[in-house]
Structure formats: C-alpha cells, structure tokens
C-alpha cells in the first residue's frame, strides 16, 4: 500500500511539472513589459526620424529586409533595407534638420503572434507646422509587423495607410 501511495505520488508530480513545463513553453509567446516599451519606442523613432530628417534614426528602426507600403492612389511598395535608405534619402531632397511635418501616432495596440514577432496597429495625424498656427496636413494608421533581431526589435512590414491624400 505504501508503495502504491509512492508510487502515485511521484506520478502526479511527474505530471504536474510536465504540465508546468508545457505552459512555461506556449507562454513564451507572450510580450513583455519590455517588449512593449521598445516596440513603443519604434513610433517615436521612426517619426522623429522622419520630423527631424534623420536618415539614419529612421531607418534604424527597419529590419534589413524591412518592407514599406505606402497605401495611398496607386501605392507605392519599398522592399529592403537599401531601397529604403535610398527611398528615404530621396524624400528628404537633400534637407537635414527640423522639418515642417509633425508626425503623431495615437497609442499602439500590440499584439504578440508568436515567437520573436507581433503587430501594431496606431493611428496617425500629421501637422505642418510652417505657418504660426499649425494645420491638419494628413491622417490614417499604420498596421505594422515586428520581428525581434539580435539588435532587438524591428519593424519588419509598416503599412501606411492614408484616410484621404495629404495636402
């Protein structure tokens, strides 16, 4: 009897930290604390990039084969790294510094989709702010997919779309 009682015992823990093993596994999806913080900081990356013509801040927050879509007209499609930097380059026209253009993204909900990657979704207001009062210029979301790098995470796909052209 009392090793039938042992016997049962070491098999419900067995089972128990079987059981305990597993959930630690499918709970490693999960994002945490400070996935969401530097997932956050990508917003603001990539608009002060954007806001203060830094080529560099703003593609720092791609992955290398990071792709682009502008969803607007007939849309437009930047695939990798490269093509991004030239895309960007070319945009800013040469200009480096403060632009006129204030790019705000309303809190993003994130959403983890599996080891090493989530989605975002936030919409976004841009201002130009070149006369004294600044003026609505454009307005949308951005529906974005993130992997996480050895540099920690990225933006792998942004989809900007556009509620009406900019102005």
Do not use: C
Not at 70 to 88: D, H
Not at 125 to 143: A, E
């Amino acid at each position: 009897m009392k090793q039938t009682r042992i016997l049962m015992t070491g098999l419900f823990l067995g089972l128990l930290i079987g059981m305990t093993w597993m959930y630690a596994q499918e709970s490693s999806d999960t994002l945490t604390a400070q996935d969401y913080a530097e997932i956050g900081q990508l917003y603001s990356t990539i608009n002060h990039g954007g806001d203060f013509r830094d080529a560099d801040l703003w593609l720092s927050a791609f992955s290398d084969d990071a792709v682009f879509t502008i969803a607007i007209g007939p849309g437009q499609e930047i695939v990798g790294k490269e093509a991004l930097t030239e895309w960007r380059h070319q945009s800013f026209r040469g200009q480096v510094g403060l632009s006129t253009a204030r790019h705000w993204d309303g809190p993003p909900r994130i959403s983890s989709t599996g080891k090493g990657m989530a989605t975002g979704l936030s919409y976004f207001i841009v201002y130009d702010v070149s006369g004294k009062t600044p003026t609505f210029s454009s307005s949308g979301y951005h529906d974005d997919v993130f992997v996480k790098t050895t540099d920690g995470w990225r933006v792998k796909h942004r989809k900007a779309i556009f509620d009406a052209p900019p102005a």
